[in-house]
Antibody
Framework: QVQLVESGGGLVKPGGSLRLSCAAS????????MSWIRQAPGKGLEWVSY????????FYADSVKGRFITSRDNTKSSLYLQMNSLRAEDTAVYYC??????????WGQGALVTVSS | QSALTQPASVSGSPGQSITISCTGT?????????VSWYQQHPGKAPKLMIY???SRPSGVSDRFSGSKSGNTASLTISGLQAEDEADYYCSSYTNNTTRVVFGGGTKLAVL
């Protein structure tokens, strides 16, 4: 069955960096666009980024553009989110998800990122 | 402020039908068929319920249906059940640089 497992979350100071990973299994990873979506504590969903199946095209939300970098390694069935210059408002659970036909069909369990001094 | 507007809360009794609206603009909901809906129970990851405005993924109950008129999409849940109590989010593709937008979410209470 489809599985997406995020890792790499944790506590980081403002201005610091963190790298999230998402390990995929149970489907042909290279066939799917992938996305990162986050949810601040007690708040709604916020789309962060998506990357095409080849990795050649990447889009970002304005709130993270220039600070976050999404990448993928199809040989390892893995998605990554490099987060730099982190701010308190980046505190959230970060989900990776498959993106097809305009919908996020499969989701991971999420990784908590806390930005605090 | 979210790009798509949803009511903060809706409620209904078991067996009833409810509809959740999702209002966008001609840059997103009004132009594109890529409108989707998600159900999220507390502490859980969201689950895709509707994609491409009206399509249901395999395994999703046919009590859930989607529609769109102009700049507003809607999710209708018929035959409400206690397990439907959750937060619901809409999402749409947009021709803005952001490409994807979510609604602020609607809390459904089954009374």
């Amino acid at each position: 069955q489809v599985q997406l497992v995020e890792s790499g979350g944790g506590l980081v100071k403002p201005g610091g960096s963190l790298r999230l990973s998402c390990a995929a299994s149970g489907f042909t990873f290279s066939d799917y666009y992938m996305s990162w979506i986050r949810q601040a504590p007690g708040k709604g969903l916020e789309w962060v980024s998506y990357i095409t199946n080849s990795g050649s095209i990447i889009f970002y939300a304005d709130s993270v553009k220039g600070r976050f970098i999404t990448s993928r390694d199809n040989t390892k069935s893995s998605l990554y989110l490099q987060m730099n210059s982190l701010r308190a408002e980046d505190t959230a659970v970060y989900y990776c998800a498959t993106y097809r036909n305009g919908g996020f069909s499969y989701w991971g369990q999420g990784a908590l990122v806390t930005v605090s001094s | 402020q979210s790009a798509l507007t949803q009511p903060a809360s809706v409620s209904g009794s078991p067996g009833q039908s409810i509809t959740i609206s999702c209002t966008g603009t001609s840059s997103d909901v009004g132009t594109y068929k890529y409108v989707s809906w998600y159900q999220q129970h507390p502490g859980k990851a969201p689950k895709l319920m509707i994609y491409e405005v009206i399509s249901r993924p395999s395994g999703v109950s046919d009590r859930f249906s989607g529609s769109k008129s102009g700049n507003t999409a809607s999710l209708t849940i018929s035959g409400l059940q206690a397990e439907d109590e959750a937060d619901y989010y809409c999402s749409s593709y947009t021709n803005n640089t952001t490409r994807v937008v979510f609604g602020g979410g609607t809390k459904l209470a089954v009374l």
